[in-house]
């Protein structure tokens, strides 16, 4: 069974920093390329970071890369978004997924609940 826990969401400041984490099952974990999406309110759902399952290859949407990094520790089971700069505009829901990329398309197969994060100006 397919199971994904996202933490680490909360109200900052814009120029702040979080971590998000996404605790998923050993057997998903071990087999999976994983992701990072968001929402922001009255949005769609945006790809944001992906990560293959061996972490020898990350992807990132354009307008994110060198402010977000996402990373996996396969002990912990755990990928992980690391947020910096946060700017108002990052707001939004953030959620892991199990991903695959489909004609150069991220695609999420399974998803964790979400985490919310604010980001105030």
């Known amino acids: 069974q397919v199971h994904l826990v996202e933490s680490g969401g909360g109200l900052v400041q814009a120029g702040d920093s979080l971590r998000l984490s996404c605790a998923a099952s050993?057997?998903?974990?071990?087999?999976?390329?994983l992701g990072w999406f968001r929402q922001a309110p009255g949005k769609e759902r945006d790809f944001v970071a992906a990560i293959s399952w061996s972490g020898g290859s990350t992807w990132y949407v354009d307008s994110e890369k060198g402010r977000f990094t996402i990373s996996r520790d396969n002990a912990k089971n755990t990928v992980y978004l690391q947020m910096n700069s946060l700017k108002p505009e990052d707001t939004a829901v953030y959620y892991c997924?199990?991903?695959?990329?489909?004609?150069?398309?991220?695609?999420?197969?399974?998803w964790g609940q979400g985490t919310q994060v604010i980001v105030s100006s």
């Open positions: 997924a199990v991903v695959n990329n489909v004609l150069g398309r991220w695609i999420g197969d399974y």
């Open positions: 050993e057997r998903t974990f071990s087999s999976s390329g």
